[in-house]
């Protein structure tokens, strides 16, 4: 799969994950988070390149692909992934209290999703 089909099911899969959530279906969100799951682990799979194609997540329409992109590029691009995130805590819900949670894990040096 190319690295912009592995993007396009990132934003696709965190997207419906959400939905089902909100829809209190934890059993379909589940099945979306382990899709996006394999696919961000692909792309990062591609070192640099896989975290190029993901940046373009960081200007999504939907606050929660943003912050899921954001928070596995917080290595990688530091600043741009922190200013999505401080954004989106800024909120109130789900989608603010993950990009929080987040920046809560960076600052304390306790985040681990792409160690590189």
């Keep these: 799969m190319t690295l912009e089909k592995l ?25 979306h988070a382990r899709k996006y799951g394999a696919a961000i682990d692909q792309l990062l799979a591609h070192g640099d390149p896989g975290r190029n194609a993901l940046l373009v997540l960081l200007k999504h329409e939907r ?32 989608v603010p209290f993950e990009a929080s949670e987040a920046l809560k894990r960076w600052d304390e040096g306790t985040w681990s999703l792409d160690p590189g």
Excluded at 8 to 22: F, L, P
Excluded at 69 to 92: D, I, N, S
């Design 63 to 94: 606050m929660d692909v943003r912050v899921m992109a954001a928070a596995h590029l917080l290595r990688y691009r530091t600043a741009e992934a922190r200013a999505v995130l401080e954004e989106a805590a800024k909120g109130q819900g789900l």
């Design 7 to 31: 993007v396009e099911q990132v934003a696709k899969h965190v997207a419906a994950q959400t939905d089902a959530i909100w829809q209190g279906d934890s059993k379909t969100g589940n099945k």
